[in-house]
């Protein structure tokens, strides 16, 4: 390498930290510039202001929604807005101070505080040396950090806003709260003094996207032949009471190998039974009664998305599991004709295809934080029609997301 090379190497700037933000930039060319590539956006970064006005005070944040009642940022977003005051005359300092704290309570057991995010600065002071009136608006700018310090003094990524109550004997609340406060202090030193607070609610959303595009008609029996690597297969085995005289039952699941959706994919799944003929009829047939000589094709398979969430205060655990969205299923290839009469020694197969999705509304994605813990899975349930007369035990199969903000269609910086 030549001694100039090296020397304008030594003038680049350092990456080392990345506690800071990165600086905005803009998609439109400046002058004498020309865009070589652009990818556009699906939804166009937010141009409106929210506005908060208490006396004669007024704060006003910018890069919000029209017409929000709540401002929201994403990861390191920063809190840009401008401090209006009609009133200004005595007025000494004006403080801003970003604030987080996250709450965690069980029934029965003591709660647990802890600060996220404690931010403060001075906007503008009265100096007495050089008197001069504070100005009518006053620019501020605070950034949500990355990450904050649990109870062990681990970085940890600052987990989004929410309020999540189960009351309830093994009842757990979880909350994390974030605002903006502009203190206004009005006096001179000598003088007497009065604060005014205007204190914001803000909703922290960072948003994640899903790392891959879901085929909306995907055909298993044909993918897993062309792209295996398309797919997450889990088996497990559906047990016998009398495993000698009932066979067990070998279940798959089959999802999409990527395990991470968004909060509004429609995520595809595969269920396949394989087993002897006799212990597939007992797990999908229900029992002929007395006024019906045919057994009746009655399975009870469910395919839905469970949240667990968890919380350990004081050394002390809890967790709550909620039904996120159930799924709908349909048999593939027609299900076994073989009559109950007949001798059924050889082995067949039963299959269904479905999808499932998350219920509308549904915002706050998983995330694992300190002692807060969001956990999302697809569930497989199976049982036999009556469980009373069939050998075969009832399971269930638990296959661990990620359930995140946007879909891989979506771009949006934040």
């Given at each position: 390498?030549?001694a100039s ?19 905005l930039?803009s998609?439109?060319p ?8 652009l990818t556009?956006r699906c ?16 704060v006003?944040?910018?890069d ?6 709540i401002?929201v940022?994403?990861r ?29 309570s ?5 709660s ?23 100005p ?24 989004p ?14 909350t ?13 030193k ?26 909306p008609?995907?055909?298993l029996f044909?993918d ?5 690597e398309?797919?997450h297969?889990?088996m ?12 067990p ?11 991470v959706?968004?909060?509004?994919d ?7 039974l394989?087993?002897?003929?006799a ?7 229900k ?21 667990q ?10 967790w ?8 709908t299923?349909?048999p593939?290839?027609?299900?076994i ?5 007949a001798?059924q020694?050889?082995e067949?197969?039963l ?21 807060l ?11 036999p ?6 050998d ?5 199969v ?9 879909s ?7």
């Amino acid at each position: 390498m030549l001694a100039s090379d090296i020397a304008t190497l030594s003038q680049l700037p350092s990456y080392d930290s990345l506690s800071s933000p990165p600086p905005l930039y803009s998609s439109d060319p400046a002058c004498g510039e020309q865009s070589i590539q652009l990818t556009p956006r699906c939804r166009p970064r937010p141009s409106g202001t929210f506005v908060k006005k208490d006396g004669h005070a007024t704060v006003m944040l910018v890069d919000q929604e029209e017409g929000t009642r709540i401002p929201v940022f994403g990861r390191q977003s920063l809190v840009n807005g401008i401090i209006s005051l009609s009133s200004r005359d005595a007025v000494s300092e004006v403080k801003v101070k970003l604030s987080g704290h996250m709450d965690l309570s069980l029934s029965g057991s003591s709660s647990y505080n802890t600060k996220l995010v404690d931010y403060a600065y001075t906007v503008w002071k009265y100096n007495p040396d050089t008197p001069i009136v504070c100005p009518s608006e006053l620019p501020f700018t605070c950034a949500f950090p990355l990450t904050y310090k649990d109870r062990m003094g681990r970085e940890t990524a600052l987990p989004p806003s929410m309020n999540l109550m189960y009351p309830g004997s093994t009842g757990l609340i979880a909350t994390c709260v974030y605002t903006l406060t502009v203190k206004i202090v009005k006096g001179r030193k000598g003088f007497w003094s009065q604060d005014k607070k205007l204190t914001i609610p803000l909703n922290y959303h960072p948003r994640n996207r899903a790392p891959s595009s879901l085929n909306p008609h995907p055909d298993l029996f044909s993918d897993v032949k062309i792209s295996p690597e398309e797919w997450h297969q889990t088996m497990t085995t559906i047990k016998s009471r009398k495993p000698f005289v009932t066979s067990p039952v070998q279940c798959h699941l089959f999802i999409p190998s990527v395990k991470v959706f968004a909060l509004t994919d429609t995520i595809h799944f595969h269920v396949q039974l394989t087993g002897a003929l006799a212990s597939l009829r007992q797990l999908v047939y229900k029992p002929s009664s007395s006024k019906s000589k045919e057994a009746k094709f009655a399975p009870k398979i469910r395919v839905y998305l469970l949240r667990q969430i968890s919380v350990e205060v004081c050394g002390q655990k809890a967790w709550k599991n909620i039904e996120l969205g159930e799924g709908t299923l349909s048999p593939r290839p027609p299900p076994i004709i073989a009559p109950s009469g007949a001798t059924q020694l050889g082995e067949d197969s039963l299959d269904w295809e479905g999808e499932v999705r998350c219920e509308e509304g549904l915002s706050l994605p998983g995330f694992i934080t300190g002692d807060l813990m969001i956990k999302d899975f697809i569930v497989l349930s199976i049982s036999p029609p009556d469980p009373t007369k069939s050998d075969l035990l009832s399971t269930q199969v638990p296959v661990g997301i990620k359930l995140v903000t946007e879909s891989a269609e979506t771009w949006r910086e934040d």
